[in-house]
C-alpha cells in the first residue's frame, strides 16, 4: 500500500511541476497565446519567407522561453537593481548583477548577456559591413541626402510616442524601428530600456524584424500616392566607375568623421566600416569570409534566439505592445514618405535627372528597399534599372540611422 | 556625446521621464534631424572632393595612355616602327593520344601565362606525365593550402 501511495505522491508532484500545470497557474493562458504567436512566426518565416534568418531564432526563442518551469530566461535576473559600489561610492541606479545571472542564470540569460551589453548588434554590423559594395553611394554622394531624410520617420516617431504619454527611453526606442534596421533598434532599446518601462527589448526587435519583412507591403502604395508617372518614369544615367583606392578610403573616412561628430554611434558605424575595409583592402579575405559568413551566422542565431526569449508573455502582452505595433508602422511610413519626399526636391533641382523612387530606399532595410524602388520603376518603364541607384540611398541609410542612433543615445540618458 | 552636450545642454532626457513638453519633444526633432543631415552632408563633402581628385587621376592617366597609343599608330603609320622579328614556327611535338583540342586548350593556357608575365612562351612538346596527380588532385591541394 505504502508503494501505492508514494508512487501516486511522486506523480502528484511530477505533475504540479510540470510545465502543463504552469498553463493552469494564474496567467499561464498567456503563455499558450505568446506559444501560438510562437508558431504563428514559425509559420511566416518557414513558409512565406518573412526575414526567416532572423525571425525563426526569435520565434523559437519565444517559444522556449514561454515553456512554464523551463527556466531558460529570467526576466527578474535582468532589472536594474540600485547599488553603491565601494570602489565609486556612487549611486548606480542600472546596476544588474552579472554574477548571479552566470551563476544561476539559463542557457538564454547567458546569451542575452551579449545583447544587454551590446556586443552583438555592432558584430552583426561588422558582417554587413563585409558584404556591403558601398561603390554606388560613392559613385553619387547626394544619395546620402536621401538616406539623412528617410531617418525623419524616427524622430517623427518620436514624437507620436511622447504624445501617447510614454517615457523618454521608450519614446526612442520605439522611434528606432523607423530606422528600419533590427541591430540598431536592438542596440538602442536594449540600452536605453529599463524595468520601469512596459516595453521590453523583444517587442521592438520583434516589431523591427516585421516591418522589415513587410517592406514590399507597406512602400510601395506610399511612393505611388506621393509621385506623379512622369516622375516614376525617368531612367537614370549611368553610374561612374568607382576606383579601389576610392572604397579603401570611404570606410575610414567615414569611421573618423561620424565617430568624432556623434561619439555614441562609433560602435555601430566603427563595426561597419571595420567590415567594409575588410572586405575592400582585398588583403584579409579569410578574415573578411569569416565575418560575412560564420561569425555573422553564429551572432545571428544568439541573438535572435535571445531577443525572442525577452518576448515573456507577461511582459508583451500588454497595451504597449499594442502601441508598438501602431507606432512601428507609422515610424516606417513616414520614413518611407520623408525619402521619397526629398527625392521629389532633387528630382526638381535635378531638372528631372533623379527618379525619387530612389527616396524610399533610404530607410535601411538593405537590400529589400531598394528592390522595391526597382520593382516599382519597373511597373512604369520595363527597361528601366533603378536597383545600383538605389543602393546609394540603400546603404546611406544604414549609416544614417546609426548616427540617429547616436543622436538618440546622446539626448535620452539612461 | 560631448560635442552635443555643449550645443544642446538643455536637451538631456531622463529615460524614465514621461509627459514630454511641446518644447523639447520639437528640439529632440530639430536637433536629430539637423545632427543627422550635418553629418551626412559632412561625408558628401568629403567623398564629393576625394572622388573628384581621383576622378582627374584617373582621367589623366586615361589621357597618358591615349596619348601613348595613339603615337605608336602614327609612328607605325609612317613605318618607322620596326615590326617584330618573326619567331621561327617550330610545330609542337605532340605524344600519341593527345587531342588537338587538348593541345589547343594547353596552347591558350600558355599564352594567358606569357601574357601576365610579359614574357613570350612557345609550346615546344606536349607529353603525358606519368604517376602524377591529377590536375583536380593539385587544384584541391592549391585551394586548400593557399592560406597558409
Known amino acids: 500500500m505504502d508503494i501505492i501511495n508514494s508512487f501516486l505522491n511522486t506523480m502528484a508532484d511530477l505533475a504540479s511541476d510540470s510545465g502543463f500545470a504552469g498553463f493552469l497557474k ?129 524622430f517623427f516617431t518620436f514624437v507620436g510616442a511622447a504624445l501617447l504619454n510614454m517615457t523618454a527611453a521608450e519614446c526612442g526606442s520605439i522611434a528606432i524601428i523607423g530606422g528600419a534596421d533590427g541591430p540598431t533598434a536592438i542596440y538602442v532599446s536594449s540600452k536605453l530600456l529599463s524595468k520601469t518601462d512596459t516595453i521590453g527589448v523583444g517587442t521592438i526587435a520583434l516589431a523591427a524584424y516585421t516591418y522589415m519583412a513587410l517592406v514590399p507591403i507597406i512602400q510601395p502604395p506610399i511612393m505611388r500616392a506621393l509621385t506623379t508617372k512622369k516622375e516614376r518614369s525617368v531612367v537614370m544615367g549611368q553610374l561612374r566607375q568607382v576606383s579601389k583606392i576610392e572604397k579603401l578610403i570611404f570606410p575610414i573616412l567615414v569611421t573618423v568623421v561620424i565617430s568624432l561628430m556623434v561619439p555614441s554611434a562609433a560602435p555601430l558605424v566603427g563595426m561597419l566600416m571595420f567590415g567594409n575595409l575588410l572586405k575592400e583592402s582585398g588583403c584579409c579575405d579569410r578574415i573578411a569570409k569569416t565575418a560575412q559568413n560564420e561569425l555573422m551566422n553564429i551572432i545571428t542565431i544568439f541573438l535572435g534566439v535571445s531577443v525572442g526569449a525577452t518576448t515573456r508573455a507577461d511582459k508583451i502582452l500588454t497595451l504597449s505592445f499594442g502601441k508598438v505595433i501602431l507606432l512601428g508602422v507609422i515610424a516606417f511610413s513616414i520614413g518611407t514618405a520623408c525619402g ?47 536597383l545600383m541607384h538605389a543602393m546609394g540611398p540603400n546603404v546611406a541609410g544604414v549609416i544614417g540611422s546609426a548616427v540617429a542612433a547616436g543622436v538618440l543615445l546622446s539626448i535620452v540618458q539612461v | 556625446m560631448s560635442e552635443l552636450q555643449c550645443c544642446a545642454p538643455e536637451l538631456m532626457l531622463k529615460g524614465t521621464e514621461s509627459n514630454l513638453g511641446g518644447g523639447t519633444i520639437a528640439s529632440v526633432v530639430i536637433t536629430g534631424l539637423v545632427v543627422v543631415f550635418i553629418g551626412l552632408i559632412l561625408l558628401i563633402i568629403c567623398v564629393s572632393i576625394y572622388g573628384k581628385i581621383f576622378d582627374s587621376i584617373n582621367k589623366s592617366k586615361d589621357r597618358k595612355s591615349k596619348a601613348e597609343i595613339e603615337q605608336k599608330l602614327r609612328e607605325a603609320a609612317k613605318g618607322s616602327v620596326v615590326p617584330e622579328a618573326k619567331v621561327a614556327y617550330n610545330p609542337p611535338t605532340v605524344e600519341d593520344g ?51
Not at chain 1, 521619397?340 to 530606399?361: C, D, E, F, Q, T
Not at chain 1, 537590400?367 to 533603378?386: C, D, F, H, I, W
Not at chain 2, 600558355?110 to 613570350?120: C, D, I, N, R
Open chain 2, 98 to 148: 593527345i587531342s588537338d583540342e587538348i593541345v589547343a586548350v594547353i596552347a591558350a593556357a600558355v599564352a594567358a601565362m606569357s601574357e601576365a608575365s610579359g614574357k613570350k612562351l612557345v609550346l615546344k612538346s606536349v607529353s603525358r606525365q606519368k604517376g602524377a596527380r591529377s590536375s583536380w588532385a593539385q587544384a584541391g591541394i592549391a585551394e586548400n593550402t593557399r592560406p597558409f
Open chain 1, 26 to 154: 494564474d496567467g499561464g493562458w498567456k503563455n499558450i497565446i505568446m506559444i501560438l504567436i510562437s508558431f504563428l512566426f514559425m509559420y511566416l518565416a518557414i513558409a512565406k519567407g518573412f526575414e526567416p534568418l532572423l525571425l525563426l531564432p526569435i520565434s523559437f526563442g519565444m517559444l522556449l522561453t514561454n515553456l512554464p518551469f523551463a527556466d531558460m530566461y529570467h526576466p527578474e535576473f535582468w532589472e536594474y537593481l540600485e547599488n553603491v559600489p565601494e570602489k565609486t561610492g556612487e549611486l548606480n541606479s542600472h546596476y544588474i548583477d552579472y554574477e548571479r545571472i552566470l551563476q544561476h542564470g539559463g542557457l538564454l540569460d547567458i546569451l542575452y548577456m551579449g545583447v544587454k551589453l551590446q556586443i552583438y548588434p555592432p558584430l552583426i554590423f561588422l558582417g554587413i559591413g563585409a558584404m556591403t559594395d558601398f561603390g554606388p553611394l560613392i559613385a553619387n554622394p547626394k544619395s546620402f541626402l536621401l538616406g539623412a531624410a528617410a531617418q525623419g520617420g524616427i
Open chain 1, 340 to 386: 521619397i519626399l526629398l527625392g521629389k526636391l532633387m528630382y526638381v533641382i535635378s531638372r528631372g535627372k533623379i527618379n525619387p523612387l530612389i527616396g524610399s530606399a533610404g530607410v535601411s532595410a538593405v537590400p529589400m528597399a531598394a528592390r522595391v524602388s526597382q520593382k516599382v520603376g519597373q511597373e512604369e518603364v520595363p527597361t528601366n534599372y533603378l
